[in-house]
């Protein structure tokens, strides 16, 4: 019965431990980012640069961990074959009632959750 229990704790504890860390993005500022939305407040717009430079950094995460780095998406799409993609302006958008076109940077995931492609459109 002991054996067993250690057993099922070591392996828990190499479930929790083999889990992929958040990446750092340096140099931004991600609580303003995430808040931000639509980047009306134009924090996303001053960090463009720098964010295109390590949206690498994104590819393979999941969804939940993306959203727990970057927050909420202010755009997302279902499309064919269970894909998904996450959209987060990073000039203001249509919704800001700005005349300036927009940024976004979009995030394709696979049908397994994770970030297959990043990039600014």
Known sequence: MMLSRLSLFLL??????CGKSLPEISDVDL????????????????????LDS????????????IVELLGSPDRNELYK????FYYYYLKPSPECNSTT???????RFNA??????????
Do not use: H, W
């Open 112 to 121: 397994m959750g994770l970030a297959k492609e990043v990039m600014l459109e």
């Open 101 to 107: 076109a927009p940024l976004r940077l979009a995030i």
């Open 31 to 50: 609580d303003s980012f995430s808040k931000d939305k639509n980047a009306c407040g134009q924090y996303r717009t001053s960090v463009i640069q720098t």
């Open 81 to 84: 074959r269970n894909q998904k």
């Open 54 to 65: 390590q949206k690498d950094k994104l590819l393979a995460l999941d969804e939940r961990q």
């Open 12 to 17: 828990l504890l190499v479930t929790i431990s």
